[in-house]
């Protein structure tokens, strides 16, 4: 079962100095070693993006595969080694953009995996345009006047669309944010992580600061039940306002919005996957039932 | 001279939502118990109700490998049936229809009138839906076939619903065969079950394509729908619990082809199919295949385009598109089986190919292949192995994976190309898998410099000259290339036609020799050559417009071709039409 540093590569994060990646990369290597993760049961996917080149900086088994589809990648791999833990990384412009139909679909599906959004609002790695969770008249290259659509709101999509846990963090709170990574990777179902991470070098809004003068934690609340899904929309719409709005009238709610336990998952559905799927093919499979019902 | 074998040509029409498939191949079946060899040809348009389709059936006492064009019964179950296929039938023909549709008075003099009351005789046995079962029961009536082989399959077929559905059906079949009978008692064509021949299944090639997945140990497919290759994925699903696959119909192609990706990343036998438009959606996830050296199988079963073209008709226009197909280069293998043999035979190669090689390989396919069915040799499962090439499922990392300080190394370079596939799970075994280049372990920022670049780009392609060592090599029919007038050179379900084409030419005295390319890449160019360079002239058969195969050729073999044979029309080539050009040319 790895440290947090054994978890660690040889190779230091390249990432910008003060990129919310750091805290989310701490984090996440704290929680695989609290939870004991055995190395050969954990498995990692990444997307395309500045959260993707993390895919270099953990000594796992991973795989890195194409802007956007990291969730079938992985659904993939969870659909056929049950004998697999599948923790997903990913960005806004590739989870929600990009990768938008697979998001829907994963989250409909109640596939057990751990699905991390590394949502800075921006496109990073491409330097620094609109993202589907850029804010509304925000200026970026790519949008000079200003973003005209109205954001991804990826909690709200989750809980409508049946999400069995769904949670938002912010990588400025680091052991916050660990606590929610280790509730999600326990979670039997799909988990949905949306994790603020301010962009340091292309978003000058939506920053560290921004928002620690505007995020509170769900669990403060009092009288919230993460059980009630309704509830749990209606808070997912209050995180969204006005682009210059001051700290006061724009509060952004982190923390376990919905859970359900005991949901029945996409495996659930699946009593064929009892073994990891490569052992069907350690010899030919007899197939003469199906030769001889075509008249053989 | 052998002996000419007793043939039957039938074409069932009717319109869409008639069910006329499902009768043609219960027909079909029917001979195929009694011993019989059938080829069947389904022409439907893209609809669910109204519309033209229409079901042809050949039936001979010999193996048959394709259509042909000439038809000697034809089965009207509407008006339009007769007015667009009558000119088909040979002298003599017999038309087979419902005096309730239209009078007798319309079928041309040259051909034999059959009336049989088709409704009302499906409507006394029970019900207006056995129309079907009263013009197949007058079908076997008029060629004196017993009627016991159908009753068969319609109990077969009717076996989960109530008893008296089958019954009330043969009843219905009997009715018409006796009408037929009175009607036409000395139809030419004659035909009676064959004792003792040898055991023939009925497969389409999308059937013949999920046998051999399966048979190879497959454990996932992935899929999006698509004519024509849908029905691999009912067929996949009906099987998924019988055999432990997990089957999955996903959001699009590109999800179906990422997933496979994963599976197969985790070592397990993963395919998909589709169209051509929805490998356009794969093609992305394809690539990565290739650069992270994943060993998938793909079939890409390929109708007219570009966009959604006919989506219910044939062509051969993908071949250069699948050769290609993803940016950057890799090496790939393209599979293109001619017929329902070796469309088994080939895509448990398929498997063992990917992992030997660990690279993605397509199965090349159209829907002249899917949708039709063909009697074929019973399957022989002890000719089918498994060989999973350099793949570590379990234990413990192999010493010579290892780095000088002890890690593994997915991607090290060796001399064939080919590295040590260890699995997630088994010890010591964190790797990346990487889309991105990368180094031997499989860092993408380490794989910036060029000379990592070079490197590992040179390894893969290596496995090109692995790839020439293990891929099926060309087929040859006909009369051998060295007495031959000519040589036939294509791919694909051309198959078929060239081979009765061939048939039909040496019943005329010309012997011509046959060559398919299996497999169309690595593109066996030194095979093709010689041919060319033996036979004294050469047709090039292909379903396209622009010549793709002869491109090929010219580029592989710098060799010209003499005559080429091109339809686009959506239709699969007829044997006819081949011999007719190699009368035009010799």
């Given amino acids: 079962m790895p440290t947090a540093a054994e978890l660690e590569q040889a190779m230091k994060p390249t990432w910008c100095p003060g990129c919310g990646n750091f805290g989310m990369y701490r984090a996440l290597k704290e929680a695989i070693e609290e939870l004991g993760l055995p190395a050969e049961e954990l498995m990692m996917v990444w997307g395309i993006g500045c959260h993707g080149n993390g895919a270099d900086f953990y000594n796992v088994q991973g795989f890195h595969g194409l802007h956007g589809r990291a969730l079938p990648v992985a659904t993939g791999l969870a659909l056929t080694r049950p004998d697999l833990k599948v923790i997903v990384e990913m960005g806004d412009g590739d989870g929600y953009g990009i990768g938008g139909n697979h998001f829907i679909h994963s989250v409909r599906r109640n596939i057990d995996m751990t699905a991390i959004f590394h949502n800075n609002q921006i496109y990073g790695l491409t330097t620094g345009q609109a993202s589907p969770t850029s804010e509304h008249f925000m200026k970026t290259p790519s949008t000079p006047g200003g973003v005209v659509e109205e954001p991804v709101n990826p909690v709200g999509v989750s809980v409508a669309q049946g999400a069995t846990f769904v949670a938002r963090a912010f990588a400025g709170d680091i052991p916050h944010l660990k606590e929610i990574y280790k509730r999600a990777i326990q979670h039997e179902g799909f988990a949905v992580v949306d994790v603020y991470q301010p962009c340091v070098t292309w978003n000058k809004i939506n920053t560290f600061s921004w928002f620690r003068d505007r995020v509170y934690k769900i669990e403060e609340l009092p009288d919230y039940d993460p059980t009630d899904r309704t509830k749990a929309f209606d808070l997912s719409m209050s995180t969204f306002h006005e682009l210059t709005c001051a700290p006061d009238e724009c509060k952004i709610p982190i923390g376990v919005f919905f859970e359900e336990q005991g949901s029945f998952t996409y495996q659930d559905g699946l009593p064929q996957l009892d073994r990891p799927m490569w052992k069907h093919a350690e010899k030919p499979r007899d197939i003469s039932a199906t030769i001889a019902a075509f008249g053989g | ?586």
Wanted: hydrophobic share 40%.
């Fill in chain 2, 1 to 586: 001279m052998p002996e000419t074998p007793t043939e039957l040509r039938v074409r069932i029409g009717g319109e869409a939502g008639f069910g006329i498939k499902a009768a043609g191949q219960m027909l079909a079946r029917s001979f195929v118990d009694a011993g019989l060899e059938t080829f069947d040809l389904t022409e439907y348009p893209s609809l669910i109700r109204g519309g033209h389709n229409n079901y042809l059936l050949r039936v001979s006492t010999e193996p048959v490998y394709s259509h042909v064009e000439p038809v000697d019964v034809l089965i009207c179950l509407n008006h339009e049936t007769l007015e667009m296929h009558h000119m088909e039938l040979v002298d003599g023909g017999a038309v087979i229809f419902d005096p309730a549709d239209f009078p007798a008075t319309e079928i041309p003099s040259r051909l034999r009138a059959v009336p049989v009351p088709l409704t009302d005789m499906a409507r006394d046995a029970g019900g207006k839906i056995m129309r079907n079962t009263v013009a197949l029961g007058a079908l076997l009536g008029i060629v004196g076939f017993p009627l016991t082989f159908l009753g068969d399959s319609l109990r077969t077929q009717f076996a989960k619903k109530a008893p008296e559905i089958a019954e009330n059906n043969v009843k219905a079949a009997q009715a018409g065969c006796d009408a037929a009978v009175a009607a036409c008692p000395d139809f030419f064509v004659q035909l009676a079950p064959i004792e003792g021949a040898p055991k023939r299944i009925l497969v389409d090639g999308n059937e013949a394509l999920g046998m051999g997945a399966l048979a190879a140990g497959l454990g996932f497919y992935a899929a999006y729908p698509m004519t024509p290759a849908s029905s691999i994925l009912h067929f996949m699903a009906a099987h998924e619990r019988e055999y432990g696959v997990v089957v999955k119909h996903t959001e699009d192609e590109i999800a179906a082809m990422n997933m496979v990706v994963g599976a197969a990343f985790g070592g397990t036998r993963a395919m998909t199919a589709s169209a051509g438009g929805g490998f356009a959606l794969m093609v992305e996830a394809f690539g990565m295949a290739g650069v992270s050296e994943t060993a998938v199988v793909v079939g890409v079963l390929t109708r007219p385009g570009p966009a959604t073209g006919l989506p219910t008709w044939t062509e051969q226009s993908d071949l250069r598109y699948v050769i290609h197909a993803s940016q950057g280069e890799f090496p790939r293998v393209v599979l293109a089986p001619g017929d329902r043999e070796d469309a088994f035979e080939l895509t448990w190669k398929a498997f063992n190919l990917a992992d030997q090689l660990q690279t993605p390989v397509i199965i090349l396919g159209d829907s002249y292949l899917s949708d039709n069915r063909q009697s074929t040799p019973a399957y022989d499962l002890s000719k089918v192995s498994v060989d999973r090439g350099k793949l570590v499922a379990e234990g413990s990392v192999p010493a010579e994976a290892l780095s000088e300080d002890g890690r593994y190394l997915r991607y090290k370079l060796t001399d064939d190309g080919i590295s040590i596939r260890a699995l997630p799970g088994v010890k010591g075994a964190n790797q990346l898998g990487n889309s991105y280049e990368h180094d031997e372990y499989g860092f993408g920022s380490a794989g910036e410099p060029a000379p990592v670049r070079i490197s590992q780009n040179e390894k893969r392609m290596r496995k090109l000259d692995l790839a020439r060592t293990l891929v099926p090599p060309p087929a040859f029919f006909g009369a051998p290339p060295e007495e031959a007038d000519i040589g036939i050179l294509f791919f694909g379900t051309t198959k078929g036609p060239a081979r009765e084409a061939a048939r039909m030419l040496e019943r005329e005295g010309v012997k011509a020799a046959l060559m398919q390319v299996v497999t169309v890449f690595p593109f066996p160019a030194e095979e093709v050559a010689g041919f060319l360079q033996t036979v004294p002239n050469t047709l090039l058969v292909e379903g396209n417009f622009t010549g793709q195969l002869e491109g090929l050729v010219r580029q592989e073999c710098l060799l010209p071709v003499q005559y080429t044979l091109h339809r686009y029309d959506g239709r699969p080539f007829t044997p006819e039409q081949i011999v007719a050009r190699v009368k035009e040319v010799l």
